[in-house]
Protein backbone atom coordinates (compact mmCIF):
# COMPACT_ATOMS: atom_id res chain seq x y z
CA UNK A 1 0.00 0.00 0.00
CA UNK A 2 1.42 3.42 -0.56
CA UNK A 3 0.37 5.46 2.69
CA UNK A 4 2.25 8.62 1.07
CA UNK A 5 -0.73 8.68 -0.84
CA UNK A 6 -3.66 8.04 1.92
CA UNK A 7 -1.64 10.96 4.16
CA UNK A 8 -1.44 13.39 1.61
CA UNK A 9 -5.31 12.75 -0.21
CA UNK A 10 -7.00 11.22 2.57
CA UNK A 11 -5.91 12.52 6.05
CA UNK A 12 -8.42 12.05 7.77
CA UNK A 13 -9.15 8.02 6.95
CA UNK A 14 -8.05 5.48 8.60
CA UNK A 15 -5.44 3.37 6.84
CA UNK A 16 -6.35 0.00 7.29
CA UNK A 17 -3.82 -3.00 5.69
CA UNK A 18 -5.93 -5.33 3.43
CA UNK A 19 -6.53 -8.75 6.04
CA UNK A 20 -6.38 -11.09 3.09
CA UNK A 21 -3.07 -9.66 1.74
CA UNK A 22 -1.49 -10.10 5.05
CA UNK A 23 -2.93 -13.22 5.57
CA UNK A 24 -1.38 -14.28 2.30
CA UNK A 25 2.04 -13.07 2.85
CA UNK A 26 1.65 -15.19 6.45
CA UNK A 27 0.79 -18.55 4.30
CA UNK A 28 4.01 -17.98 1.93
CA UNK A 29 6.10 -17.64 5.13
CA UNK A 30 4.26 -20.55 6.19
CA UNK A 31 4.84 -22.69 3.33
CA UNK A 32 8.26 -21.75 3.79
CA UNK A 33 8.95 -22.40 7.11
CA UNK A 34 7.09 -25.55 7.48
CA UNK A 35 5.30 -27.11 10.39
CA UNK A 36 1.75 -25.54 11.57
CA UNK A 37 2.67 -22.12 12.15
CA UNK A 38 0.13 -20.43 9.74
CA UNK A 39 -3.06 -21.11 12.25
CA UNK A 40 -1.38 -19.76 14.93
CA UNK A 41 -0.16 -16.65 12.56
CA UNK A 42 -3.42 -16.36 11.35
CA UNK A 43 -5.15 -16.25 15.18
CA UNK A 44 -2.79 -13.70 15.93
CA UNK A 45 -3.02 -11.09 13.13
CA UNK A 46 -6.77 -11.52 13.47
CA UNK A 47 -6.12 -10.49 17.39
CA UNK A 48 -3.94 -7.69 16.47
CA UNK A 49 -0.75 -9.69 17.58
CA UNK A 50 0.92 -8.45 14.62
CA UNK A 51 4.31 -8.09 16.48
CA UNK A 52 4.42 -11.15 18.02
CA UNK A 53 4.19 -12.43 14.52
CA UNK A 54 6.88 -9.91 13.93
CA UNK A 55 9.35 -11.41 16.28
CA UNK A 56 8.65 -14.78 14.84
CA UNK A 57 9.21 -14.38 11.60
CA UNK A 58 12.33 -12.93 12.66
CA UNK A 59 13.32 -16.05 14.24
CA UNK A 60 13.64 -18.39 11.26
CA UNK A 61 14.89 -15.15 9.44
CA UNK A 62 17.44 -15.43 11.23
CA UNK A 63 17.78 -19.10 11.38
CA UNK A 64 17.44 -19.55 7.97
CA UNK A 65 19.68 -16.94 6.71
CA UNK A 66 19.15 -13.55 4.61
CA UNK A 67 18.49 -13.99 1.22
CA UNK A 68 21.05 -13.57 -1.33
CA UNK A 69 20.59 -10.74 -4.15
CA UNK A 70 19.36 -13.14 -6.51
CA UNK A 71 17.51 -15.65 -4.35
CA UNK A 72 14.35 -16.55 -6.52
CA UNK A 73 10.93 -15.88 -5.49
CA UNK A 74 10.58 -19.74 -4.10
CA UNK A 75 13.33 -19.10 -1.64
CA UNK A 76 12.02 -20.02 1.47
CA UNK A 77 14.58 -17.21 3.08
CA UNK A 78 13.21 -14.53 0.56
CA UNK A 79 9.49 -15.68 1.12
CA UNK A 80 10.23 -14.87 4.61
CA UNK A 81 12.08 -11.74 4.30
CA UNK A 82 8.96 -10.05 1.91
CA UNK A 83 6.38 -11.28 4.92
CA UNK A 84 9.00 -9.74 7.29
CA UNK A 85 9.42 -6.70 5.30
CA UNK A 86 5.85 -6.45 4.73
CA UNK A 87 4.70 -6.80 8.19
CA UNK A 88 7.44 -4.50 9.68
CA UNK A 89 6.36 -1.93 7.50
CA UNK A 90 2.42 -1.82 7.85
CA UNK A 91 2.19 -3.17 11.35
CA UNK A 92 0.39 0.06 12.71
CA UNK A 93 -2.08 -0.08 9.55
CA UNK A 94 -2.98 -3.84 10.96
CA UNK A 95 -5.17 -3.15 14.14
CA UNK A 96 -7.78 -5.72 13.02
CA UNK A 97 -9.95 -5.75 16.61
CA UNK A 98 -10.23 -2.39 16.96
CA UNK A 99 -11.39 -1.73 13.28
CA UNK A 100 -13.62 -4.30 13.29
CA UNK A 101 -14.94 -2.48 16.60
CA UNK A 102 -15.04 0.65 14.74
CA UNK A 103 -17.02 -1.23 11.77
CA UNK A 104 -14.50 -0.38 9.71
CA UNK A 105 -13.95 -2.94 6.79
CA UNK A 106 -10.38 -4.91 6.64
CA UNK A 107 -10.43 -6.31 3.87
CA UNK A 108 -10.62 -4.68 0.24
CA UNK A 109 -13.97 -4.83 -0.63
CA UNK A 110 -13.78 -2.57 -3.67
CA UNK A 111 -11.03 -4.68 -5.22
CA UNK A 112 -13.26 -7.19 -4.57
CA UNK A 113 -16.27 -5.39 -6.57
CA UNK A 114 -13.29 -4.63 -9.36
CA UNK A 115 -12.56 -8.46 -9.38
CA UNK A 116 -15.98 -8.90 -10.23
CA UNK A 117 -16.94 -6.01 -12.74
CA UNK A 118 -14.88 -6.39 -15.61
CA UNK A 119 -15.61 -3.32 -18.50
CA UNK A 120 -17.63 -4.18 -21.27
CA UNK A 121 -16.32 -4.15 -24.64
CA UNK A 122 -17.47 -0.56 -26.11
CA UNK A 123 -17.06 -1.57 -29.49
CA UNK A 124 -19.11 -4.78 -29.33
CA UNK A 125 -21.88 -5.09 -26.49
CA UNK A 126 -22.52 -8.47 -25.43
CA UNK A 127 -26.04 -9.05 -23.22
CA UNK A 128 -24.38 -11.80 -21.78
CA UNK A 129 -21.55 -10.03 -20.54
CA UNK A 130 -23.31 -7.22 -17.63
CA UNK A 131 -21.96 -5.83 -14.49
CA UNK A 132 -23.24 -7.00 -11.07
CA UNK A 133 -22.65 -5.61 -7.73
CA UNK A 134 -24.35 -7.46 -4.86
CA UNK A 135 -24.59 -6.12 -1.17
CA UNK A 136 -23.59 -3.06 0.91
CA UNK A 137 -20.05 -1.17 -0.94
CA UNK A 138 -18.04 0.72 1.17
CA UNK A 139 -15.20 3.07 -0.04
CA UNK A 140 -13.00 3.78 2.48
Known sequence: ??????????????PIADLIHALSYAWGAAQ????????????????GNVEGVIAELADHQTRLGKPPDDAASSDPRQR???TLVYFTNNASHMNYPKYRKAGLPITGEMEACCDETKAV?????????????????TVV
Request: without cysteine; neutral net charge.
Open 1 to 14: PNWRIQREDFPKAT
Open 32 to 47: AVGGDVYSRWAQAIWQ
Open 121 to 137: DTEEQDSSRQVKISGPL
Open 80 to 82: LHR
